[in-house]
């Protein structure tokens, strides 16, 4: 028995758009060298590269077509493939931006878990077939089409998506073997859940990211909860909020990719990976370090959401409720603040309430945790009147209007701390058990794997020091449950990340999560080096951190910043 609150009769009734976002990527990326990885095995298989530029894949030299799931119109909407070591999905459904449905998860999840366990696959790559899109979304059309009816039956059939989808997503992120998801186009929504918690994460010049679910009266869902919070003082909680969008190099500072690799090396990436005869993260991230675009050290405190504009973030989000950061926003009085507000008052006022509550959990929350809460969110956004309105005001509707959200802005007080609750409190238990793999959702999510972790394992493996990690640096707890000596100048906080980071924390995953520590260790990188991470340490030195020098007193470092 699946347990919903009755729609309310204000639901608009209309067939919806099967996109979340209809949106153009533009590039930035610059013309550079390729690297020269030539071999008579890469040669082999150079030929998978068209997946890059064709829906016509070869089927020789070492690349092997499998199984794939395909539309009840026949399309073959995800492609599967074997490149020696890589096993390949490829999402391919190019006019619909490939925009993630029932039967696609249900394709991806037992073949990810057949790869898991073979011997012969070194690595796993998600990525796409030539278009405009990586995942623009789930597939809001199915969703909701069916779900306009009331019915119990039609409700249940949606909530099951994101039952099917929050497994997909936590498989991914406790994944054993090495994943790699390439956002060569649009990453929104579904999309994001498909890469953000995967260990190796490509951004090239033609990603365009945004989790823009505000905007439609839904909320940033697929592990949403987990990665924002986790981001650089307060962009996740902005990102979440507005969703604004990052292009290209940009998702890579913001440490949503690990990696920004221009789009013209990618084949030549394939190859190399091609020839893996280990799957060992330190490895494999190697490779992908290879192959990495340079990012000019300027751009570092000028990209659109650093400097002084990550300093306003930081400041104006910092609060725990919507009117707090309205307010913050208008006494910045500058044309960005003007902007973002703006911005804002076209989303859902309940979807912003919700959202910043959810985040604000989120940091406290293992990933395990987070997905569940996630799914009592869906359940209750499955009987509110701004999902439904919102993507039929916003993708419809010709022209598109403004939603008519309710409550609206005007009346944003009627949403107390007891209703926005509500979005958090766990269905009802029932007196029947819901047997696996049944087509009636579960009222608590259950998951593929055991696994679960408070703090990304491969974090100081692949990506970029965060803020927060920098700042257990300057106060000298950078190692986990060891207090070592504060560096006194910006240079040795530089140089002690450039000689401890790179390398994974086996120690924060595990099945019991309340015997899981809270943070990452950064030690163990031998030196590795990582692409940008001295220039985004320095970035965030200069904006937080004073070296205070006086007479007959040891230098010290000042943290004035987000901790």
Same mark, same amino acid.
């Given at each position: 028995?699946?347990?919903?609150?009755?729609?309310?009769?204000?639901?608009?009734?209309?067939?919806?758009?099967?996109?979340?976002?209809?949106?153009?990527?533009?590039?930035? $990326?610059?013309?550079?060298?390729?690297?020269?990885?030539?071999?008579?095995?890469?040669?082999?298989?150079?030929?998978?590269?068209?997946?890059?530029?064709?829906? *016509?894949?070869?089927?020789?030299?070492?690349?092997?077509?499998?199984?794939? !799931?395909?539309? !009840?119109?026949?399309?073959?909407?995800?492609?599967?493939?074997?490149?020696?070591?890589?096993?390949?999905?490829?999402?391919?459904?190019?006019?619909?931006?490939?925009?993630?449905?029932?039967?696609?998860?249900?394709?991806?999840?037992?073949?990810?878990?057949?790869?898991?366990?073979?011997?012969?696959?070194?690595?796993?790559?998600?990525?796409?077939?030539?278009?405009?899109?990586?995942?623009?979304?789930?597939?809001?059309?199915?969703?909701?089409?069916?779900?306009?009816?009331?019915?119990?039956?039609?409700?249940?059939?949606?909530?099951?998506?994101?039952?099917?989808?929050?497994?997909?997503?936590?498989?991914?992120?406790?994944?054993?073997?090495?994943?790699?998801?390439?956002?060569?186009?649009?990453?929104?929504?579904?999309?994001?859940?498909?890469?953000?918690?995967?260990?190796?994460?490509?951004?090239?010049?033609?990603?365009?990211?945004?989790?823009?679910?505000?905007?439609?009266?839904?909320?940033?869902?697929?592990?949403?909860?987990?990665?924002?919070?986790?981001? *650089?003082?307060?962009?996740?909680?902005?990102?979440?909020?507005?969703?604004?969008?990052?292009? $290209?190099?940009?998702?890579?500072?913001?440490?949503?990719?690990?990696?920004?690799?221009?789009?013209?090396?990618?084949?030549?990436?394939?190859?190399?990976?091609?020839?893996?005869?280990?799957?060992?993260?330190?490895?494999?991230?190697?490779?992908?370090?290879?192959?990495?675009?340079?990012?000019?050290?300027?751009?570092?405190?000028?990209?659109?959401?650093?400097?002084?504009?990550?300093?306003?973030?930081?400041?104006?989000?910092?609060?725990?409720?919507?009117?707090?950061?309205?307010?913050?926003?208008?006494?910045?009085?500058?044309?960005?603040?003007?902007?973002?507000?703006?911005?804002?008052?076209?989303?859902?006022?309940?979807?912003?309430?919700?959202?910043?509550?959810?985040?604000?959990?989120?940091?406290?929350?293992?990933?395990?945790?987070?997905?569940?809460?996630?799914?009592?969110?869906?359940?209750?956004?499955?009987?509110?009147?701004?999902?439904?309105?919102?993507?039929?005001?916003?993708?419809?509707?010709?022209?598109?209007?403004?939603?008519?959200?309710?409550?609206?802005?005007?009346?944003?007080?009627?949403?107390?701390?007891?209703?926005?609750?509500?979005?958090?409190?766990?269905?009802?238990?029932?007196?029947?058990?819901?047997?696996?793999? !049944?087509?009636?959702?579960?009222?608590?999510?259950?998951?593929?794997?055991?696994?679960?972790?408070? *703090?990304?394992?491969?974090?100081?493996?692949?990506?970029?020091?965060?803020?927060?990690?920098?700042?257990?640096?300057?106060?000298?707890?950078?190692?986990?449950?060891?207090?070592?000596?504060?560096?006194?100048?910006?240079?040795?906080?530089?140089?002690?990340?450039?000689?401890?980071?790179?390398?994974?924390?086996? $120690?924060?995953?595990?099945?019991?999560?309340?015997?899981?520590?809270?943070?990452?260790?950064?030690?163990?990188?031998?030196?590795?080096?990582?692409?940008?991470?001295?220039?985004?340490?320095?970035?965030?030195?200069?904006?937080?951190?004073?070296?205070?020098?006086?007479?007959?007193?040891?230098?010290?470092?000042?943290?004035?910043?987000?901790?």
């Amino acid at each position: 028995m699946l347990y919903f609150r009755s729609i309310r009769a204000s639901r608009p009734a209309a067939h919806l758009l099967g996109k979340r976002c209809l949106m153009t990527a533009s590039g930035r $990326g610059r013309a550079t060298t390729t690297p020269n990885h030539s071999s008579h095995a890469a040669r082999r298989v150079m030929g998978l590269s068209s997946h890059l530029r064709s829906t *016509d894949l070869p089927n020789s030299g070492g690349v092997a077509t499998m199984a794939t !799931s395909s539309s !009840s119109s026949g399309q073959v909407e995800v492609r599967h493939q074997k490149m020696q070591s890589v096993r390949l999905f490829l999402l391919n459904r190019p006019k619909s931006l490939n925009v993630l449905n029932r039967s696609m998860v249900n394709n991806i999840v037992p073949q990810l878990q057949v790869w898991e366990e073979s011997n012969l696959c070194k690595v796993i790559v998600l990525t796409s077939v030539e278009g405009r899109a990586f995942c623009a979304g789930g597939d809001v059309k199915a969703l909701i089409t069916g779900a306009l009816s009331g019915k119990p039956e039609d409700l249940a059939e949606a909530l099951k998506f994101f039952e099917e989808e929050y497994q997909l997503n936590h498989l991914i992120g406790t994944l054993k073997k090495p994943f790699i998801s390439i956002m060569n186009g649009i990453t929104m929504g579904g999309g994001v859940g498909l890469s953000v918690h995967a260990p190796f994460r490509i951004a090239t010049e033609n990603t365009l990211f945004a989790m823009p679910e505000t905007g439609i009266g839904l909320f940033p869902d697929v592990g949403g909860s987990f990665f924002l919070p986790r981001l *650089d003082g307060e962009l996740g909680t902005f990102l979440g909020l507005t969703g604004w969008r990052l292009k $290209g190099e940009e998702v890579f500072q913001a440490g949503i990719a690990t990696h920004f690799i221009p789009s013209a090396r990618l084949p030549s990436l394939m190859s190399r990976l091609a020839e893996l005869e280990t799957d060992e993260l330190d490895v494999i991230n190697g490779i992908l370090e290879e192959f990495v675009g340079d990012i000019e050290p300027s751009k570092w405190n000028t990209w659109s959401l650093g400097g002084q504009i990550g300093n306003a973030i930081d400041r104006c989000f910092k609060f725990n409720t919507i009117e707090e950061i309205i307010s913050a926003l208008e006494n910045e009085n500058t044309p960005w603040a003007g902007e973002v507000l703006e911005e804002l008052k076209k989303m859902s006022p309940t979807s912003l309430k919700v959202t910043l509550q959810q985040l604000r959990n989120g940091r406290k929350l293992d990933l395990a945790s987070c997905f569940r809460m996630e799914y009592n969110m869906a359940r209750e956004f499955l009987d509110t009147p701004d999902f439904y309105e919102g993507v039929r005001a916003k993708l419809i509707d010709k022209p598109p209007r403004t939603p008519k959200w309710q409550p609206p802005w005007e009346e944003m007080s009627q949403l107390s701390p007891s209703i926005v609750q509500r979005y958090f409190t766990p269905a009802a238990p029932s007196p029947r058990s819901v047997p696996k793999n !049944s087509r009636i959702p579960s009222e608590k999510l259950r998951f593929l794997t055991s696994l679960t972790y408070h *703090d990304y394992p491969h974090r100081t493996l692949s990506g970029l020091p965060s803020v927060h990690d920098i700042y257990r640096v300057v106060i000298g707890e950078g190692r986990r449950g060891q207090s070592l000596a504060a560096p006194q100048t910006k240079e040795e906080v530089v140089e002690w990340l450039e000689q401890n980071w790179g390398a994974y924390d086996s $120690g924060v995953i595990g099945s019991e999560r309340q015997m899981l520590p809270q943070i990452v260790t950064i030690e163990g990188g031998f030196g590795r080096g990582k692409a940008g991470l001295r220039e985004k340490v320095l970035s965030v030195l200069d904006r937080y951190v004073e070296e205070v020098s006086k007479p007959g007193v040891q230098k010290r470092l000042e943290w004035k910043g987000p901790k």
